[in-house]
């Protein structure tokens, strides 16, 4: 069945480190990916998208590729807020079968991000 | 504002009291599903729903039930709880069945069982 894998956390950073959290998936077909975030006490917000491969998703400094001949899809930042500090999930839903578009999860990892 | 309304936030209650945790959405979305969360796990499915009277089991559905009678809500009811459905409840909304559209989250159900 379809799994996502994330490096195992917590990562601990200072502000204006660089950062990265790999993620790696196993699919049939040509699933989309996503990176969710959950801040403390709330539930998980989309933090970006991709739907093919090549793709790149971005948002609020946030970058991530679609590499379909490495199954990945690594979540990048240049330089890390204290505001960054959160749980985050790498996701994917396939493009077909029977799971009507399930998103899988990864174990998430968590940020902590110090002045 | 859109959004995915759980309730209630927390709770804490006994082996084998009825419960039902309700969610609504304001989005007209015509996919709900319920997750739950564990330390280590992600998110696990529990239950969808594709449209109105529509819903099938996922990946974790043991000790749970749904319902979907209107479009905007999906109620998960434990009938009998136990301790291990201890864990943090999430409802999801999607619009229209495309794999590639993002789920929307409700803030989350902190279910204690004891």
């Known amino acids: 069945g379809d799994s996502v894998t994330q490096m195992e956390g917590p990562v601990t950073l200072s502000e204006e480190a660089c950062l990265t959290i790999n993620c790696t998936y196993t699919a049939t077909g040509y699933p989309s990916l996503f990176w969710y975030v959950q801040y403390p006490g709330e539930g998980l917000q989309l933090l970006l998208k991709a739907t093919k491969a090549d793709d790149k998703g971005s948002n609020k400094g946030f970058e991530a590729t679609y590499r379909k001949e490495t199954t990945s899809f690594h979540l990048e930042k240049g330089s890390v807020q204290v505001s960054d500090s959160a749980v985050y999930f790498c996701a994917l839903t396939a493009a077909g079968g029977t799971s009507y578009g399930k998103l899988t999860f990864g174990q998430g990892t968590i940020l902590t991000v110090h002045p | 504002e859109a959004q995915v309304t759980q309730n209630p936030r927390y709770l804490i209650t006994v082996t084998g009291k009825k419960l039902t945790v309700t969610c609504s959405q304001n989005?007209?979305?015509?996919?709900m599903s319920w997750y739950r969360q564990d330390p280590g796990l992600g998110l696990r499915q529990i239950y969808y729903?594709?449209?109105?009277?529509?819903?099938d089991k996922g990946d974790v559905p043991e000790g749970y039930k749904v319902s979907r009678k209107e479009k905007r809500n999906f109620p998960l009811i434990l009938e009998s709880p136990s301790p291990n459905q201890t864990s943090l409840y999430f409802c999801?909304?999607?619009?229209?069945?495309?794999?590639?559209?993002?789920?929307?989250f409700g803030d989350g159900t902190r279910l204690s069982i004891l």
């Open positions: 729903s594709m449209n109105v009277e529509v819903t």
């Open positions: 989005m007209n979305h015509e996919y």
């Open positions: 999801a909304s999607r619009d229209g069945t495309a794999h590639n559209q993002p789920q929307h």
